[in-house]
């Protein structure tokens, strides 16, 4: 994630102080020193919709092999143990997983705050308070686009309007929800609707996320933005933020799965807060990018491990095993031994890129969904070959990224 609000405004969230936090630069098995990584858990497969860009490929099934819940609990409990600080559960859709709250309070019971990232076209009143009274900390409602945009996403008519209805329904409990957008062709039209919507609604938060190609999401690859696109939607995200910080707002902007925005944000510092720009370069070189397999760790419905969410093509090992503990804890896994050291392993225009300590080589999933090479250079990456070689516009004094490392 970038913090965008954090960065070019100022703002502080809880997450920017595990993602900005002196004692995260340089970490390889958590998010800063002496703690776990941000853990994903798929809970559940099964799913009420059928979004286009499905990432685990759920629909309205059943799937066997769920974790049953005395074993979640057991894996909650070890995740205490290792230090995780938080547990963002998720799907499929997770609210359909009965005893996702009980879980989500034993979690709080233990020291581990919960997310939740949802379709939010299951929570009426009651499921609302019920969320509030377990503790959650934050919800993330997903929605990619208005009205029948977001419906031909979502693969249901009347998406839309539940999900709103859900967003209403937790903001008026007193708990902390935000939106999510995957910005695609389909939808990015809808960009400034968006905005518009979390101000008419007082939605405090909103996350947008670049398109990773895996699960269902490798066969909308052709309504992926391209590098042009891409930068007039980050524009604008940019701007927003700003605006927000000009008046005092406290509300939060995120984007998600592309670490080369965290470079542009800085490239364009220079121009947007240029007061800001020296500070900017050194948390994002504390955060030190992508942090698959290292700050970030999934655990999908089966009970397996993997580097992140999207990454369920890299089996780590199963918690019906061994404990998570154990497993991100070693260090003869090839993989999760290379992505903690990724510099010579990743191939293409980022082996010389000057900013690999800003993003350490982007998102391998993408990488992997859009080619088939784990390692290749990540085609989500929208900066040009100018930019990636720059290095005068690093702050006086800076070192350039090239050797760094992450």
């Known amino acids: 994630m970038i913090g965008v609000s954090r960065l070019l405004v100022g703002t502080e969230s809880y997450g920017d102080s595990l993602r900005y936090a002196p004692a995260s630069r340089g970490q390889t098995r958590g998010t800063v020193a002496g703690r776990g990584p941000v853990v994903v858990w798929?809970?559940?497969?099964?799913?009420?919709?059928?979004?286009?860009?499905?990432?685990?490929d759920s629909e309205p099934l059943k799937y066997e092999g769920e974790l049953r819940t005395e074993e979640a609990l057991r894996v909650v409990d070890d995740l205490a143990a290792f230090r995780v600080?938080?547990?963002?559960?998720?799907?499929?859709?997770?609210?359909?997983?009965?005893?996702?709250?009980?879980?989500?309070?034993?979690?709080?019971?233990?020291?581990?705050?919960?997310?939740?990232?949802?379709?939010?076209?299951?929570?009426?009143?009651?499921?609302?308070?019920?969320?509030?009274?377990?503790?959650?900390?934050?919800?993330?409602?997903?929605?990619?686009?208005?009205?029948?945009?977001?419906?031909?996403?979502?693969?249901?008519?009347?998406?839309?309007?539940?999900?709103?209805?859900?967003?209403?329904?937790?903001?008026?409990?007193?708990?902390?929800?935000?939106?999510?957008?995957?910005?695609?062709?389909?939808?990015?039209?809808?960009?400034?609707?968006?905005?518009?919507?979390?101000?008419?609604?007082?939605?405090?938060?909103?996350?947008?996320?670049?398109l990773v190609y895996s699960g269902r999401g490798r066969g909308v690859m052709g309504e992926d933005l391209d590098a042009a696109e891409t930068r007039r939607a980050v524009?604008?995200?940019?701007?927003?933020?700003?605006?927000?910080?000009?008046?005092?707002?406290?509300?939060?902007?995120?984007?998600?799965?592309?670490?080369?925005?965290?470079?542009?944000?800085?490239?364009?510092?220079?121009e947007l807060a240029p007061r800001r720009s020296a500070e900017i370069y050194e948390l994002l070189a504390r955060n030190g990018g992508n942090r698959s397999g290292i700050a970030i760790a999934d655990i999908d419905f089966l009970g397996n491990v993997h580097p992140d969410q999207f990454s369920w093509n890299v089996t780590l090992g199963n918690v019906r095993e061994e404990p998570f503990s154990v497993i991100w804890s070693r260090d003869d896994h090839p993989i999760l031994e290379a992505l903690r050291n990724r510099r010579e392993k990743i191939g293409g225009r980022c082996r010389t890129c000057n900013w690999f300590h800003f993003?350490?080589?982007?998102?391998?999933?993408?990488?992997?969904?859009?080619?088939?090479?784990?390692?290749?250079?990540?085609?989500?990456?929208?900066?040009?070959?100018e930019e990636i070689q720059a290095t005068d516009l690093l702050p006086a004094g800076a070192a350039a990224g090239r050797g760094e490392g992450a």
């Open 235 to 270: 524009d604008y995200i940019f701007e927003k933020a700003l605006e927000y910080g000009r008046q005092g707002s406290p509300r939060e902007v995120l984007t998600v799965d592309n670490h080369a925005d965290g470079i542009y944000l800085y490239l364009r510092s220079r």
């Open 85 to 210: 600080p938080v547990i963002l559960w998720s799907g499929g859709e997770p609210l359909i997983r009965r005893d996702l709250l009980d879980l989500v309070s034993h979690a709080r019971e233990k020291g581990i705050r919960s997310t939740i990232s949802t379709n939010g076209t299951l929570i009426d009143r009651d499921m609302a308070e019920r969320i509030k009274a377990a503790g959650v900390s934050y919800v993330g409602v997903s929605l990619d686009g208005i009205g029948e945009v977001n419906d031909a996403f979502r693969g249901r008519r009347g998406a839309f309007r539940d999900a709103l209805a859900g967003i209403r329904n937790l903001m008026d409990v007193g708990q902390k929800v935000g939106l999510r957008f995957t910005m695609t062709r389909h939808n990015i039209q809808t960009l400034p609707e968006i905005f518009a919507l979390i101000e008419a609604e007082g939605i405090q938060r909103v996350c947008f996320y670049h």
């Open 42 to 56: 798929n809970i559940t497969r099964s799913c009420n919709l059928r979004c286009v860009h499905c990432y685990s």
């Open 359 to 385: 993003c350490n080589g982007n998102f391998r999933a993408r990488a992997y969904g859009a080619t088939g090479d784990f390692w290749a250079a990540d085609p989500g990456c929208y900066l040009t070959d």
